[in-house]
């Protein structure tokens, strides 16, 4: 079949809608209609070619809702009609490391997603008899696309997919840090570097978990009025300090907070974040991803006077088994998508959302199709 996609040919150049050829879903493979997807830093980050994992000519997009069309041989637990968020990292019960029960991320088919391919090592989409790579197995700037059954996430048919796409990355990925990764303790102090989707998640997060003093922390102040509705308590510029912005949270808190966050993926803010902790116990947690050849450096003093350093990905969430009743957390009206959703357009105008997000104009754009 055709499907409607906005294909990165290569690094840094503006994306092109164009129809692409689709192979329908083979064995253990779902087909599934996109409606809604919106935008993350992380397919930025890919298209401006510091992802070691960054293969060309491919279809971003990794933050999507969709309804399943078709189902290949095999597929049990989808059925065409369900409404389904692709999971980045499935959940496959019988990997070992999902097994293990200490982790979201499931190998099974990591291999060959790095690759930008589907588990039999090819690809389903094309142009012109031209392989096109597939994006963190979802590729969710295509109207349709092709996913392995494990990862897909069945979500209740009462959530709108005019929002439901923020559910797919940006919301799961900030509480679940808080949640799952630093399990946040009703009165702790927290900080959040960096506040974009990612960043704000974390925030609603902090509150639902009973944070007393979340410090909000960017350097355009554009985001703080929506960071302190959602619930921040303290909003700091580091351009406005002197200082290194780490004393300036140590000095603030009296001594560090109890859980930092970074939300950015700059290696030098994810060690002011280590180093905002609380000397003893203050544990750190990396979410922003860093470019090619970036490494993170501290003092090992800093660790050894029990400061903690982890990171995260998806929030640790597992798609299949947890996702859905975050989405039905969200139904029960726990917490709101809304205040992520700054931006609606449509597919053809994607590299405007790629614009906005990159000025800091926009939390989440979502693309209808
Ligand atoms: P975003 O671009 O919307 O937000 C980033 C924020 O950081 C912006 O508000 C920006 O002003 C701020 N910022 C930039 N430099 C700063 C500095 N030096 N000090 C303070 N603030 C600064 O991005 P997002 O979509 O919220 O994603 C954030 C990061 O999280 C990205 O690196 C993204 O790739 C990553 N991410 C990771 C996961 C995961 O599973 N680990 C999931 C989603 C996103
Ligand atoms: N490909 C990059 C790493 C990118 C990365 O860390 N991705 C996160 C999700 S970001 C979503 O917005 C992730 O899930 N990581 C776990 C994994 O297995 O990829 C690189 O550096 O190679
Ligand atoms: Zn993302």
Not at 227 to 256: C, F, R, S, Y
Not at 316 to 336: I, N, T
């Amino acid at each position: 079949m055709k499907t409607r996609a906005a294909i990165a040919w290569e690094p840094n150049m503006p994306l092109e809608i164009d129809l692409v050829d689709l192979e329908g879903p083979k064995e253990g493979e779902v087909l599934v209609r996109i409606v809604t997807t919106s935008l993350c830093h992380t397919d930025m980050f890919t298209l401006s070619g510091h992802d070691p994992e960054g293969r060309f000519p491919c279809i971003l997009g990794h933050e999507g809702v969709g309804i399943v069309e078709d189902v290949g041989k095999s597929v049990t637990s989808v059925v065409p009609g369900d409404h389904v968020i692709p999971l980045y990292i499935p959940e496959d019960p019988n990997c070992p490391m999902i097994r293990s029960g200490k982790t979201n991320l499931c190998s099974t088919i990591r291999e060959t997603q790095a690759l930008g391919l589907m588990p039999d090592g090819t690809s389903r989409f094309s142009y012109k008899g031209r392989q096109i790579f597939h994006y963190m197995g979802t590729s969710t700037f295509s109207e349709y696309t092709v996913l392995p059954e494990i990862a897909v996430a069945k979500i209740t048919k009462d959530a709108p997919l005019a929002k439901a796409s923020v559910m797919g990355c940006a919301v799961p990925t900030g509480m679940g840090a808080v949640r799952n990764a630093a399990k946040v303790e009703p009165g702790s102090t927290v900080a959040v570097f960096g506040l974009g989707a990612i960043g704000m998640a974390v925030i609603q997060g902090a509150v639902m978990a009973g944070a007393s003093r979340i410090i909000g922390v960017d350097t355009n102040p554009a985001k703080f009025l929506l960071a302190k509705n959602l619930g921040a308590t303290d909003l700091v510029n580091p351009t406005d300090h002197t200082d290194p912005i780490q004393k300036v949270i140590v000095e603030m808190t009296g001594g560090g907070v109890d859980y930092s966050f970074e939300a950015i993926g700059r290696v030098d803010v994810m060690r002011a974040a280590l180093e905002s902790c609380h000397k003893g116990w203050g544990e750190c947690t990396v979410i922003g991803v860093a470019g090619a050849g970036e490494e993170i450096s501290t003092r090992p003093f800093q660790l050894i006077t029990g400061r903690v350093w982890r990171g995260t990905a998806f929030g640790g969430v597992k798609g299949r088994s947890q996702l859905p009743g975050m989405v039905d957390e969200w139904l029960a009206g726990k917490f709101s998508v809304d205040p992520y959703i700054t931006h609606n357009m449509t597919h053809n105008q994607i590299n405007k959302a790629f614009d906005l997000l990159h000025r800091g104009e926009a939390i989440r754009s979502v693309m209808h199709y």
